[in-house]
């Protein structure tokens, strides 16, 4: 990608089928101007998902292109693609290390001030004081067991480190409780400041602030607006 990237993504025509099941996604055009918040919504197996894959170009579509800043995605080296985009995914991943590890994964050597910058962002820094060793916490087999919610910020606080251009957030706060998905939401502001934010979320309070809202229906774009005109 040209660099500085700013984050303009569009879809034009993209149809995708998974070669096993048949399902996927429908000639979905869709255009989200840098900067801006994009909420996809839809119900379970509507393709939201695919779509988030396709921009990360886990695959590649069968029709129709995906480009950034105009730039087709194909075009593009997957390293530099990644690099642009944050991705907090339905399934966290956490390794066997510290938490401090597994914040700093995209940024490795990443100072303390900036580590906490991020955890706070991501609602994560409380929990990670209580912890007995905290950042140096161990995660996994041999570590704390973390739930759900607290493993989701971790990953959210991972993506907001590496400060990418654009910051997907595929049910990035579905496990965590209504206060702590509050206080997110409170700084999602922050967090999209200056970035192109995709998000999937079933929860309406989660985007509300979205400046669109589309409507994703057995794999086609079903309905746009925003959050007053749908
Ligand atoms: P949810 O809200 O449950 O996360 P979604 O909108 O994200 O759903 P997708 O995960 O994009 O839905 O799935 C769209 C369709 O593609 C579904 O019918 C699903 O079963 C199918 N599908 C998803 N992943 C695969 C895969 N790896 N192989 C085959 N079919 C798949
Ligand atoms: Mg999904």
Request: aromatic fraction near 4%; include cysteine; charge should be negative.
């Amino acid at each position: 990608l040209s660099q500085p990237v700013r984050g303009r993504v569009s879809f034009e025509g993209v149809s995708f089928h998974y070669e096993s099941s048949g399902m996927g996604v429908d000639g979905v055009s869709l255009h989200v101007p840098a900067g801006n918040t994009l909420a996809l919504v839809g119900a379970t197996g509507s393709g939201k998902s695919t779509l988030i894959k396709l921009l990360l170009r886990f695959y590649d579509p069968q029709q129709g292109q995906v480009c950034i800043d105009g730039q087709p995605i194909r075009e593009v080296s997957l390293c530099s693609l990644r690099q642009a985009i944050g991705l907090v995914s339905q399934e966290v991943y956490l390794f066997e290390g510290s938490i401090r590890d597994n914040i700093t994964y995209g940024r490795p050597g990443a100072c303390e001030t900036d580590i906490a910058e991020a955890a706070r962002m991501a609602e994560a820094w409380d929990f990670i004081q209580t912890l007995p060793e905290g950042l140096d916490t161990l995660v996994g087999e041999r570590g704390v067991r973390l739930s759900g919610g607290q493993r989701q910020r971790l990953s959210l606080a991972r993506a907001l480190l590496t400060d990418p251009p654009i910051l997907v957030l595929d049910e990035a706060t579905s496990a965590v409780d209504n206060e702590t998905e509050a206080a997110i939401q409170r700084s999602l502001q922050r967090i999209g400041y200056g970035r192109t934010v995709i998000i999937i979320a079933h929860r309406l309070s989660t985007i509300v602030h979205a400046d669109e809202i589309i409507v994703i229906d057995q794999g086609r774009v079903a309905e746009q607006g925003t959050h007053t005109e749908l």
